[in-house]
């Protein structure tokens, strides 16, 4: 298995108000700020926005099929994820990935993801830990 | 700080798991992903409610998610918050709370998964 990489930016997806709701009944939050855009204009934002951890889980699961097709050999066990949500994500915006990964501890590798916009601005970055 | 939520129990079900891969992109119907453990998050709610603060004025600041045992599909997890930290700054948007919670997730008594979040309280403009 390879030490060291990039992961070179690439276009990932964008989310709509549609998937919004579609996702708060799945995952159980309803926070009207990703939901209502009276609400969110209550709170003092543009508009509705994004749940971070819609975000976050497609991130995993593009990290998983990224794994796969880097180290088909791999469990491609997560054992740990670190998420900082950086700035908030509208629908529409479409969002990039890039990164790098790197030999850990043991039999693990860690990898590092930015999610950003096409203006560069910087969504989310994550910290995954997986088990080889 | 040290509040603690009640015992919740969630069954991560094969119906649960193929909708909430479908929502997110994930197209392996034999595992769980960590982060599944979001809808796990309503003890977290509650807590927020006890204290008064709506959920509405909260955005999400971080998340840690840290696997002990492999989450699969099928399993029962109970589950429990507690509100840890609560640190208070202000700034050009008003005043902001940040509030951190840690949930642990067992199953069958045995740890199975642990996370931390970090949400920030919009207080408001000064």
């Not at chain 1, 994820?81 to 043991?106: C, D, H, V």
């Not at chain 2, 649960?16 to 769980?32: E, I, M, P, Q, R």
């Not at chain 2, 409610?49 to 909260?58: D, K, N, R, S, T």
Request: hydrophobic share 35%.
């Amino acid at each position: 298995m390879a030490s060291s990489g990039v992961v070179p930016k690439q276009k990932w997806k964008s989310f709509t108000a549609d998937q919004l709701r579609d996702y708060a009944k799945v995952s159980g939050d309803s926070n009207p700020i990703h939901l209502d855009p009276a609400a969110a204009k209550k709170a003092g934002l543009k508009g509705v926005i994004v749940h971070g951890m819609f975000i976050a889980s497609g991130l995993e699961a593009w990290t998983l099929d990224f794994f796969q097709m880097q180290f088909p050999k791999s469990n491609r066990n997560i054992k740990k994820i670190s998420t900082r949500f950086k700035a908030m994500t509208f629908p529409g915006e479409n969002l990039l990935i890039e990164g790098e990964y790197r030999q850990g501890a043991g039999s693990t590798t860690e990898i590092d993801l930015k999610v950003t916009n096409e203006a560069g601005e910087l969504k989310i970055s994550s910290k995954v830990l997986v088990e080889n | 700080m040290g509040k603690k939520s009640s015992k919740k129990k969630f069954h991560f079900s094969q119906e649960w798991a193929k909708a909430f891969h479908k929502v997110v992109g994930f197209n392996n119907s034999d595992t769980l992903l960590l982060t599944s453990l979001t809808r796990l998050r309503d003890t977290e709610f509650d807590l927020l409610e006890e204290m008064g603060i709506p959920l509405g004025q909260c955005l999400h600041g971080e998340q840690e998610y840290e696997s002990f045992q492999s989450l699969t599909i099928g399993k029962e997890i109970e589950y429990c918050s507690e509100f840890t930290q609560f640190v208070e700054k202000k700034g050009a948007l008003g005043s902001m709370v940040f509030l951190i919670f840690t949930t642990t997730f067992h199953n069958k008594s045995q740890l199975m998964a642990k996370s931390q979040t970090t949400l920030v309280y919009l207080k408001g403009k000064k």
